[in-house]
């Protein structure tokens, strides 16, 4: 049985090599210092599409990534490791979207699709870490959803099996498809790049990307159907203005503190109850706890 | 993420040599392929920006995979059950990892399924594989056994075989037997021929590595009656045809993860590849010089590895209140350990570089007939890597195991545990001078270049090259040093005793070596305007010089007449 099957991937800062340069003076995340990279559960969720693809022959996995146009680069690389094509949803008036508007965005952009078997995610991105994105994605399309998955074990009579990891072990579930399925990171890693497909897709490009191109690489790809990746708008999605962006983000972002720790001096205790007893009540004295 | 290719910007400075653009121009036949595969290079910069966007899946997967696995591959090994090798776990990981990256048949043309690379960047992919995983250098690395059925074999056997190579299938070239090691002429096994034209194949094969790989190049009698090489032919073995099995596998001291098996074929049906009589004095021949080029890879790997575990360790140990990287006589160790590194580098890449030129040459010749200042390039090139494999293989090994050794040094106590990974490394080293010709062998090989003057004829190109202000003193050091290899040369060869000249033989070609290298360091560095290259040219000739005038001491000092002292 072929499959249509989309993956949800974000471009992230990497937020896992943070350096000293990481924050500016004024507690935002300095963007120009975190190189962006795929996000890593997403790539989780890459794999189990692969595997979909490679169990059920002719099957298709589509990227879908909302973001700047750059975000294309995410499509690139989840074509080198075996994906068959991407979308970029990028338009000025999705920036600044918190989760809510972000879901609602990639599930107008998922109903413009043609009829859609699985939508993979990973669980979360590391830049936000909220987990919220794939489950409300599967709100708004009113599709079952399991989250923390682990392995899609089969996909038989118009249903998966999945197994997803929870807090006191596995467990498996059966779940009606279309269906939303979150990645966790304990699941196998991605496959490598191959090496054919990074000489193959290198010049695959979205439009805004192609207009940068010389004349050669142009003509390649337009002679290269494979090698055109689309670019989607907010209006072509035909998503109401006020539910994307700033305006459909009822989030709102107080205050980013940048926590340096200034303490230099040890305290050495001896092993007994009172030392003890006597740092918990400094501790709670001066609000470290309770 | 480590990643083994991108940490390592020498490897990009190497792949950046001048000769490329030739290699690339020949080996694409001026970019034919692009209009019929979408993954074949626009022109050079195309092809180039290919090249190194797979290093860095190589370096990737290295950094990553491979090497995380090396430990735990050492530690389990293969096993061998009714007659089949299982390898390691690791091994099957990192195996297949190998095939989802689409790293084998690196080098194969692209009608079979190959990325058609040349052989400068794939024994660039050897060198960083080695460094994760010596062992598991072997097992990827023997899919250069497909350039010998490529050139060699029919179109047909190409068409049959190239495309499970490159899909990822397992080769091992079965040469050794009890009583034919490096005396292949020696070799035994029955090859008879059928009345269909296949061939049946019996007896024992010995020290095979991978032995149970899908795809089997043999070497094999078919002439009844013979007793030297001329015959012997050439063998294509699939394993799909059974008859052959694994009947164990040796218990090594190193490269603990690559099953080297002793093999019985009994009736196994083969097909004759090229032909008869040609097996040994001409395709293993070819064979060997392509492995040989791979250990010097996989030995320039090992001294990576080497050097980069002793450099951390020195920087980490403390001992009398510092570093122990701090101490002049730890940094002479690790400087001399960078510089001999360097020096492998410098030569492996100089080899591939010829390697790649001859062997882009005889494969148009296998399409037209050259022109012929085309036939007379090819010659010369075809001297040139003739000259450098035997002296990259020789030295380059001999080197990384002077690396290992050093490495566990600097480790002290701690490196003599099984804690460190200098153990292994210094066990895994220790084959890559044994192997496909022991150093002696490749003594052998070189020394005709010696006498010949391929050697002197390339220190004079050298010496015409461009070398930096920086370098000038090391460069008046290293023309002395050519005096002084000339003088030996003469003195040994007016002796016109064969016996002596056999005897002399390993110091004249370590001099020629020595000399070789110091320039190479010194014009790659220049080119590349590179530090670290420059200050182990220094270094590098301030050894060279040392070694040289060992060597010639030596020579002044023992006489033919000496040679009974020796019991020669």
Redesign the interface.
Known sequence: MSLNIVVLAKQVPDTRNVGKDAMKEDGTINRAALPAIFNPEDLNALEQALRLKDANPGSTVTILTMGLPRAAEVIREAMFRGADTGIVLTDRALGGADTLATSYSLAQAIKKMDKVDIVLCGRQAIDGDTAQVGPQVAEKLGMPQVTYAEEILSIADGKATIRRRIESGVETVKAPMPLVVTVNGSAPDC??????????F?YAVSPSEKEKLSD?LKA?VDK?P?LNLQEWSAAFVEADPEQIGMPGSPTKVKAIENVVFTAKENLVLENNDEQIENLVKTLIANHTIG | MANFYTDNPDLKLHLQHPLMRKIVALKERDFADAEKF?????NFDDAM??YD??LE?VG??CGTTIADNAEGVDHDGPTVANGRVTYAPGTQENLE?CR????MG?SMPRRFGG?NFPITPYIMAADIVSRADTGFENLWGLQDCAETLYEFGSEEQRERYIPRVCAGETMSMDLTEPDAGSDLQSVMLKATEQPDGTWLLNGVKRFITNGDADIHLVLARSEDGTKDGRGLSMFIYDKRQGGVNVRRIENKLGIKGSPTCELVYKNAKAELCGSRRMGLIKYVMALMNGARLGIAAQSVGVSEIAYREAEAYAKDRKQFGKAIIEFPAVKEILSVMKAKLDASRCLLYETSRYVDLYKAYEDIARERSLTPDERKEMKLYNKLADACTPLAKGLTSEYCNQNAYDCIQIHGGSGFMKDYACERIYRDARITSIYEGTTQLQVVAAIRHVFTGTYSQLMANYAEMEISEELQAQKAIVEGLVAKYEEAVKAVHETNDSCYTDFMARHLVEMAGDIVMSYLLMTDATRYNSESLTRSAKVYVNLAAADVAKHTAFIATVKPADMAQYGA
């Open positions: 496959r490598p790049r191959n090496a054919k497909r990074v000489m193959q290198k050669e390649l290269r494979g | 979408d993954y074949a290079p626009l920006d290919n966007r797979v899946i990737e997967l990892g989802k990256a689409g790293l690196m990325l």
